[in-house]
């Protein structure tokens, strides 16, 4: 069901070409390029975490091959937001040419900064804000302020002659932040009459009915919870999320608790989010890890990471007892978190283990401790109806949040011709205020692993798929060059298959008479060898285990 | 994090001895054994579906190791309901001792006679039913009527001199089921007068507050969407849900459709519970697979498996257009089933490519096409005050669902020390009124893969982790045996790593120089010197690409 590919035409002059590089058909991974006039605008610059067909794998970045000779053309990449999904892939991209400018709001950038540091790239940053212009020939951007579930987001209004795009990033309308920062509607509606001709929405929660809750229901939640709480308190969320943390200070303070940071990503971005004003930390309420032991259990909570149950987080190690913390009787843990698909199992695993250890544990299932950051289905209808955008292409999300999204678009009047389903590696152009696909770029995964990028193809990941559900078979054969005849084994060795090799000891002399057959018959070759020796013993595995291991033979000549 | 393993003492006359090897800690492969006098009735005997930590395994069985050398005392094996969780194990059982009886309900025994056959086990059956009672030295039973999300469960009360006991197997309590074959309160109304000593209760949903909504609910809905459908109808449900396939059947009749079984289990079970009665066909709706093309669209309903995204079955081959049946633009399929957690991701990869064909797509998430087969808390509440059990063991969950009933019977008046939080291996003894855990087995899982039952390890699980997630390199070389010199090699070939084996020219030397000097210090021994070869490359491997893949040396002389 892959989609054909074929070249877009040259651009054509007084057009604007998109090429979203990522985000379509996946959540993750965002990126979308603009080219107006030879020159190049980014947004948003991505990484996809892998899912459980993709083993090994660390991180997933957005195929940069239509720039990579194009580099030179790139005016500068503008960031929404700063979450992995929109941030991650920048210190590869710059890897590519470091003095590629950035540009984004002050926490955006502060920890983009912060990332690209890891990766020992000075970036070149722009600092942005709301309601500002930045003029980056031949783009002429304008910011609009868009709450979402980390401070700072921005929408990215794009003019060039080609016509007025609006770019949402990820965002939802809660109408009572905790910051006061709304999504500025009287700035879409300004857009609206000036006329948008091309608007990317965020279509995460496109299929969700009614209205994403406010962050601020959450906060009497854990208020509640902390006060009821005879022992310690922990409370796992997202590293980056500002807010939630925020209300974790603010509900520790009132009941006369202390708060340590636990985690190191937890640490740092909440540093970032204090010295630049977004967390307001209450007087005297954190305290340092290493001196949070001296403080009686009534009187702490912990923050820390680990939400989505990864193994080696604070949260699973306490679970496992393996870390200096361990939660008993008394204690209460919340999850102030989602539940990202698949990571359900690792998640329940921690819950109980905590459960079982005596720990009471509050998590979205239980109690409202989380909220969506994405616009749902009724939040994006105020949208629609506020901007009357002539084309829309539906950005961020699985195919069928896209439709989704798409579907709104319909319902309040756009035209079905004028709503773009599109995937990563679409070319769209927008010419006299028509937004049309002209071609489609074969882009593919780029895995990180290790220190590689780009190294492991999906061929390797078939590869480990084989390996992991069945183990692996290895024969060794030392065959004399000459003769043919077999020098030394053959020898077997197997992992993951069976308890030990003497299982294999049946269809050794079966593998030597196969070779000793093909030698007869003349074949010296040890690729040909190896195949027989493959054949010989795969057939066997089959019929008297019922398995499918990886076979790797191999006949060497001495 | 592991229970502390002690053994029982022998079991005291006038005692009954309880012992769960499956089922508590975990969703799957129930068995509890009931001993008294020397003799030993079991109930349940299922399996467990393995989770991604447990890759290539087919099922996961109840360790029988405390019944090997019990055999002859086993009278017999009491089914409650015939889902894979409660009889999957049998054929395993019974291949250690053909001739026990089993004990069930005609469904029940009808399901596992045919899993039985395709085992090639002909097993000894008592169809028993609701309100009977069966004598099985020295224990007494009687079958009492439960509601499932499968016709013809039963709980059973299980009589001994040390007192009575009631274990419900799966139940909930719908008060408008289908079949009107309601959870007989009356019958447990009369056990609780008569004094219940310990009750064994379905824990799965004692976390989901309120009650489960009534099967009678998803119909309408169903019709309704079959009714505004212009094309195909595909609905994928649990292939044992009679009373699913029920409402599908009556809807397509109503809507004048006919309907095709997809799917070997589907066909199968449906033609069982057609036979006996359960499954009432209307006349001329069901039609053969083979003939339903023949059939204009808008008339044509397919019931198929497959509904958990599983990558062989019929669905997702349907998504991936690897089937006849090619779903499109106009077309409807309704997942009319839970979502298992661990399989989100692979439903949504066969709800989104089902989407992107242009089907619409119907499932739990955006539409009321699935109720739980399990009694909500609300529901328990009922339960506890009707039977006023004087002890309590939750069965049948993870931890956390254990924990939450045995909350619930706390709250209704069951002091905290007669509420017993056991787990697969307790030893739980019964008498004068007073269950206590006596001891604790040391019980493991049972790993089935391909035609192999208990010969995959946890060690071996663990490799092929390891495997999963880092493939492997593997170093040949080939020595003399009187000089330790190097003849052939090293080779080197490496599985999920990275494109091509040339990566590792680099490291061939120092594997060359380590092994010249362990030679020239005198190291003959091969499997020293294999792993001076893994100490050398794995080094190398963890410095220059940071990862940890399996090293599997081996050292050969020739």
Redesign the interface.
């Known amino acids: ?1 892959s989609t054909p590919v074929y070249d877009p035409p040259a651009l054509e002059k007084g057009a604007l070409r998109v090429t979203p590089l990522g985000g379509l ?1 996946e959540v993750g991974r965002n990126m979308t390029t603009y080219e107006f006039d030879g020159k190049i605008l980014i947004v948003d610059c991505g990484v996809l975490f892998p ?2 067909h993709q ?2 794998v660390d991180l997933i970045l957005p195929d940069f091959e239509p720039l990579k000779n194009r580099l030179d053309d790139i005016v500068g990449v503008v960031l929404t937001h700063g979450h992995e999904d929109h941030i991650g892939a920048v210190p590869y991209l710059l890897k590519l040419r470091q003095d590629i400018p950035l540009i984004g709001s002050a926490l955006t950038l502060a920890l983009v900064e912060a990332k690209l540091k890891e990766h020992r790239i000075k970036p070149v940053l722009t600092v942005v804000k709301e309601e500002e212009e930045w003029d980056i020939e031949p783009f002429v951007l304008e910011f609009v302020a868009v709450n979402h579930s980390i401070p700072d987001a921005l929408a990215i209004a794009i003019r060039t002659p080609a016509g007025l795009v609006l770019h949402t990033g990820d965002f939802k309308m809660d109408q009572l932040p905790l910051d006061g920062r709304i999504t500025d509607l009287r700035a879409f509606a300004r857009l609206g009459e000036e006329g948008v001709d091309l608007f990317l929405p965020d279509s995460t929660n496109a ?1 969700v009915p009614g209205f994403t809750p406010t962050e601020r229901a959450i906060g009497p939640v854990i208020d509640q919870v902390i006060s009821k709480t005879p022992g310690r308190v922990i409370v796992a969320s997202f590293s980056s999320h500002v807010h939630r943390v925020q209300q974790v200070l603010d509900a520790a303070a009132a009941n006369g608790r202390r708060v340590a940071l636990l985690g190191r990503s937890m640490v740092r971005n909440m540093t970032i989010a204090a010295d630049l004003g977004y967390l307001k930390v209450p007087d005297n309420v954190l305290v340092d890890y290493k001196k949070a032991k001296d403080i009686p259990d009534d009187q702490i909570v912990y923050m820390s990471t680990g939400s989505q149950g990864e193994p080696m987080a604070v949260l699973s190690r306490m679970a ?2 393996d870390h200096a913390i361990e939660p008993g009787a008394g204690d209460t843990v919340i999850l102030a978190s989602s539940q990202i ?2 990571n ?2 690792a998640i ?1 695993r921690v ?3 905590l ?3 005596g720990a009471n ?1 509050v998590h979205k ?2 109690a409202k401790v989380h909220v969506s950051g994405h616009a749902a289905a009724g939040e994006l209808l105020y949208c629609y109806n506020i901007l009357k955008p002539k084309n829309v292409l539906p950005v961020h999300g ?3 949040h896209l ?1 989704a999204n798409a579907k709104l678009a319909q319902d309040t009047g756009v035209a079905e011709e004028r709503t773009i389903l599109g995937e990563n590696g679409s070319v769209i152009d927008l010419k006299d205020g028509i937004a049309r696909v002209v071609g489609q770029l074969d882009l593919g995964f780029v895995y990180v ?4 990028v780009g ?3 999906d061929a ?2 078939k ?3 084989t ?6 078979v ?1 024969v ?1 054969v ?1 065959v004399d060059a000459a003769t043919g005849r077999i ?3 053959p ?1 077997i ?1 197997a ?5 030990d090799d003497s299982v294999f000891e049946a269809v050794k002399p079966k593998i030597a008479k196969a070779l000793e057959e093909a030698a007869a018959s003349g074949v010296r070759d040890t690729h040909a060898l190896s195949q027989t020796v493959r054949r010989t013993i795969g057939r066997w595995v089959n019929q ?4 499918r291991p ?1 076979i ?1 033979p ?1 006949v ?3």
């Open positions: 069901m058909g899912e459980e083993p090994g299929d496992n007892l698909p698949g359900e199992n329940y819950i109980d283990g459960t079982k250890l544990v299932s239980n699985e195919y069928r439709m692993d290790g220190s590689t190294e492991i193809t390797d990941l590869d480990r798929r390996l992991g559900e069945e183990g692996f290895s060794i030392v020098i030394t084994g020898e060795h992992r993951g298959i069976a308890e008297s285990l019922r398995r990886m790797v191999l060497i000549e001495a």
